[in-house]
């Protein structure tokens, strides 16, 4: 019990933080935008608008739900709480520090790759479920995307692998310290600098 409890205290940790910083961060998106093109952006709620995402995640919570008739309501409703669950789920093995993760696998990158491959399931439980042709075909069309999109970042990440020599992340991030040349802290992307264009989809 106390084993469990401390785990979910570390997740919650892990969770929380990462939560507020993508509002956050998309606040901050919003400013840069409306600065671009000339108009204020949102400053309405809270001082310079810092209450904003708050304000976006309460009203999110209470719009509406549709939900079609003919729809299987139980995948319907479960497919998007899915993703959201991989999503989040893929953060438990990404080090925060020296040793610090939620989980320090040895096949961490296996790991991430596996969860990602996951979130195609639920796109096609999205589409499947709602007993519509046309929402299937596009889940059809995302999941072909988002599969041929696995395929560039695997090839990308292999040549990682084959540098740090190891799946662990941690590991990965301590390679990076013995630098191949000129022995100090060179980040993996000066390595292959190329292969992070193959990234901007």
Known sequence: MLFSLKILVYF????????????YFTLIER???AAVQRRQGPIIVGFYGLLQPLADGLKLFLKETVLPKSSNMIIFILAPVFTFGLALSGWVVVPFGDGF??????VG???????????????????WSSNSKYAFLGALRSAAQMISYEVSMGITIVSVILLSGSLNLNDIVIAQKKSLILHSFIPNVYYFFHLCFSWNK
């Open 12 to 23: 919650l940790s892990l969770i929380l933080p990462l939560l507020i910083a993508v509002a």
């Open 31 to 33: 400013q840069i935008l």
């Open 101 to 106: 993760a939620l989980s320090n696998l040895n």
């Open 109 to 127: 990158l296996l790991y991430i790759f596996a969860i990602s491959s996951l979130s195609v399931h639920s796109v096609i439980m999205a589409g």
